[in-house]
């Protein structure tokens, strides 16, 4: 059974960090790339960060790039995003995503983790 499931979220206020990170199981992690999405109240879900099969390849939202940072752990199967300098705009529900190739309906996603930037 694939699972996805994230942990890291919580409160922080504006320029504060949080990591967050998705462990996985039932599927060969190594054999994906791996996302990382965010949803905020009233808007589509938007990907904020991808990562390559072994960790090479990195590619960000033009909104976060040089304060998130994704990085992945093969023997652990387990993926992150370490989040720098945030700001309230950053406030959503963030989800783990691992694409199948067969379309958006079909990938792999985690239950999402609530984060909000307020003071």
């Known amino acids: 059974q694939v699972q996805l499931v994230e942990s890291g979220g919580g409160l922080v206020q504006p320029g504060g960090s949080l990591r967050l990170s998705c462990a996985t199981s039932?599927?060969?992690?190594?054999?994906?790339?791996m996302r990382w999405y965010r949803q905020a109240s009233g808007k589509e879900r938007e990907l904020v960060a991808h990562i390559s099969r072994f960790g090479g390849i990195t590619n960000y939202a033009d909104t976060v790039k040089s304060r998130f940072t994704i990085s992945r752990d093969n023997v652990k199967n387990t993926v992150y995003l370490q989040m720098n300098s945030l700001k309230p705009e950053n406030t959503a529900v963030y989800y783990c995503n691992a694409p199948t190739g067969m379309g958006y309906n079909y990938d792999y996603w985690g239950q999402g983790t609530q984060i909000t930037v307020s003071s």
């Open positions: 039932g599927f060969t992690f190594s054999d994906y790339i």
